[in-house]
C-alpha cells in the first residue's frame, strides 16, 4: 500500500518507506517548506500519519530534521569527506502509561522546525551532495525494536541582489599585436546576477580588421564548475556531529571577477585562462581549504546556434562590423553560485565565435551569478 498523492512526497524522494506511516504536507501545500530561505524565518512543517490495522505496543515517536553535506571521489586514495549541517529533534509521541508503552493503530502527529537562516540550498553533483531529510522513528516494546522512515525534504534559498548585481556590464576585448587577426568586440550584459529558469539576451558588437574574413557561426554555453576542496577545520574524513547552525557555511558567493577572454586562432589559445581563480584559492587557504586542482567537474548546458548569415553585417573600408543579439538560457536543474564546506559552485557565460574558411575564434567568457530573487518571484 503506497501513499503518494499530490499532498504528500514523491515517491522519488522516499530513502526509507513502510506503508503503516507517512508523511503529508500542510493543507493546500505540495511541500514541507514554508518561507523563504533567506529572506524572512523558514520553516519545515507537516504531519506525520502513523496507520496500524492491528495495533502494536509503542514506546515514543521521534522526528528528526537533518542536513548533511557529503563529497567522494577517488584519487590514488578514497577521499570522503561528510558532516552534519544541523540536526534537529522532536519527540511527536510518548506513551504516558506507567509500564512503558501502550497500543497504537492511529495517530495523525503534526510538527515543525525552524530552518537556520544561513541553510544552504540542497543540489546534487557528481561527486557530492547537499541533502536534508525528515526521519521518524517508532521505538516499539521491544528493546531495538524499530519502524522508521526517512524522505527527503528539497529546500530552495533566495536572495536580494546588490544594486551593482542588477545594473548592466561592458566587458570588451584587450588589445594584442601578436594575432594573427585584429579582432575588437564588446559584448553587453543587462546585469550579472540571474534567475534560475530565465534567459537573457546579451549585445554583441564585433569589429573585423579583414575584409575578408566572415563570421560562420555563434554559440552560446552556460558553463558550471564545481571545485571540491580539503577543510582543514576536520580532524579527519568521519561523520561531523557537531550541531551548531554555524557548520552550515557561506550560502553564496561574489562572482564579481571576470574571467579571461581573448581571440584564438584554433589551437587552443583563445580561452585565455581564468581570471579569478588564482585569488580565490589563496583567500580560501587561508581559511583552512586547499583546493584539488584534479577534483573538478564540469557540466554545459548548450545555448542557441546563431549562423553567421543571420549576423547584421555592415562593412566599413577595410573593416567589417559585426551585430547581433544572443540568447543565454539558465535551465532549472542549473546549481546556484555557493560555496559549502567542500565544495564551491562557479557558473560562467561563452560565446563561441567561429569565423568561415579559417581556424580564427573568438571565445568570450564571463562569471555570472545565478541564484533565486525574491523580488521577481512571482515573475514567469
Known sequence: MTHETASTPHTDDCIKSDHHMFFSFDPE????????????????????????????????????????????????????????????????????????????TELTLPFEFQVPSNAIENFNTNFGYIQYTLKAIIDKKQINKKI??????????????????????????????????????????????????????????????????????????????????????DDDDDDDDDDDDDDIGSSSVGGN???????GDGNGDGNGGNGGDDRDNDENNKKGRKFLSLEKEQY?????????????????????????????????DVIPTCMTNYMKVINEIQIKVMFERSNTYVLITREIIIGRNYETRFVD
Do not use: C
Request: aromatic share 10%; glycine share 6%.
Open 257 to 263: 571577477n571576470v574571467n579571461g577572454n581573448g581571440n
Open 29 to 104: 501545500k505540495s511541500s514541507f517548506l514554508s518561507g523563504y530561505l533567506g529572506i524572512n524565518i523558514t520553516t519545515i512543517t507537516g504531519t506525520l500519519l502513523v496507520r496500524f490495522t492491528k495495533a502494536i505496543k509503542a514506546r515514543e515517536i521521534n522526528l528528526y530534521f537533518i542536513g548533511k553535506e557529503k563529497v567522494e571521489w577517488v584519487n590514488l586514495r578514497k577521499i570522503k569527506k561528510e558532516k552534519i549541517l544541523l540536526k534537529q529533534h522532536e519527540v511527536l509521541w510518548k506513551s504516558t502509561n506507567p509500564i512503558g508503552y501502550e497500543l497504537i
Open 300 to 332: 554545459w548546458h548548450k545555448g542557441e546556434v546563431i549562423d553567421g548569415k543571420d549576423v547584421i553585417m555592415t562593412p566599413n573600408g577595410p573593416d567589417t562590423l559585426f551585430e547581433t543579439n544572443v540568447v543565454i538560457n539558465i535551465p532549472n
Open 148 to 233: 522508521w522512515i526517512e524522505v527527503k525534504v528539497p529546500i530552495w534559498r533566495w536572495t536580494k541582489p546588490l544594486d551593482e548585481e542588477l545594473k548592466p556590464l561592458i566587458i570588451k576585448s584587450k588589445n594584442s599585436q601578436n594575432r594573427k587577426h585584429q579582432i575588437e568586440w564588446e559584448a553587453i550584459l543587462p546585469k550579472t546576477f540571474f534567475d534560475i529558469n530565465s534567459k537573457f539576451k546579451i549585445k554583441l558588437r564585433m569589429i573585423v580588421h579583414n575584409p575578408d574574413l566572415r563570421i560562420k557561426k555563434l554559440s552560446t554555453y552556460l558553463k558550471g564548475n564545481v571545485q571540491y576542496f580539503d577543510n582543514y577545520n
